[in-house]
């Protein structure tokens, strides 16, 4: 039995547009409301929602049936979580809060096997179908998406240096964090936050590096997307339901008598 192919990954080498949806509803049942639409890659998110190891396994099974490649970002930086979602069979990771080079070798690292990095090792996990994978270990660094979130100012100054370190897929911008940083918290669409974003995207893109980001905005996402992004989120799930929710209470409101 071989290892599965990431799919996102390779499309994101070769400069393919990937359109993906955040997802922060911690469910199995909610991931595959999702799921069918046909998002190219899903973040599910355990920084800011209440996800732990078994929704998140739960959401893995659902989206892999679908396609879809489900990137999770952890909560932090940290060796161990990466090792357990790594042996989960999770396919790409998203690291929050990268502030420099030291910081984006230790991401690389948390997910490599000895020499090249520090992942423990075991032989018997969902990652490769519980011994079944004979490539598992041959192949995993090349199946293994690995995105540094960059969300200051001095993350953004260091974007060419950070992306460039051996081992990193891509570079991802958090706006609402690179605005609270610039004094504009809350304003993650403010025109000097983008402006900031977009300088150091095309010096990363010049350099081939792929790059994404989470807008809420479809037309903006689709803008990004033309101009050199390479992977967009252009919503959650969250705030569809939200939305969604809102939109039809006042709808039917409207027509009351």
């Known amino acids: 039995m071989e290892l599965e192919k990431n799919t996102f990954e390779a499309a994101i080498k070769a400069g393919e547009k990937q359109l993906g949806l955040w997802i922060s509803l911690c ?4 991931a595959e409301v999702t799921a069918p639409s046909g998002f190219d890659w899903a973040l599910i998110d355990m920084e800011h929602s209440p996800n732990d190891y078994h929704s998140v396994l739960a959401q893995l099974q659902v989206f892999a049936g679908y396609g879809t490649t489900a990137i999770v970002r952890p909560d932090w930086n940290d060796t161990v979580v990466v090792k357990r979602l790594m042996d989960l069979g999770v396919q790409g990771l998203l690291f929050p809060m990268i502030q420099s080079v030291e910081e984006a070798k230790k991401a690389v690292a948390a997910t490599r096997y000895p020499p090249h990095g520090v992942r423990g090792v075991s032989g018997n996990t969902r990652a490769n179908k519980f011994g079944r994978v004979s490539d598992y270990v041959a192949r995993v660094d090349d199946e293994t998406t690995v995105i540094l979130q960059l969300e200051t100012v ?21 706006p609402a964090d690179i605005a609270a940083d610039m004094g504009k918290v809350g304003k993650l669409m403010d025109p000097e936050v983008w402006d900031l974003i977009k300088e150091a995207a095309k010096k990363l893109m010049a350099k081939g590096v792929p790059v994404g980001t989470l807008v809420m905005d479809p037309d903006f996402a689709a803008d990004l997307l033309n101009e050199g992004f390479t992977f967009v989120a252009c919503g ?17 409101k409207s027509k009351l008598a």
């Open 27 to 30: 469910s199995g049942f909610g």
């Open 154 to 174: 001095s993350a953004v100054a260091q974007a060419e240096a950070i992306g460039t370190v051996d081992g990193v897929s891509g570079v991802f911008f958090g």
């Open 236 to 252: 959650s799930d969250t705030g569809l339901l939200a939305k969604a929710s809102d939109a039809l209470l006042a709808t039917v």
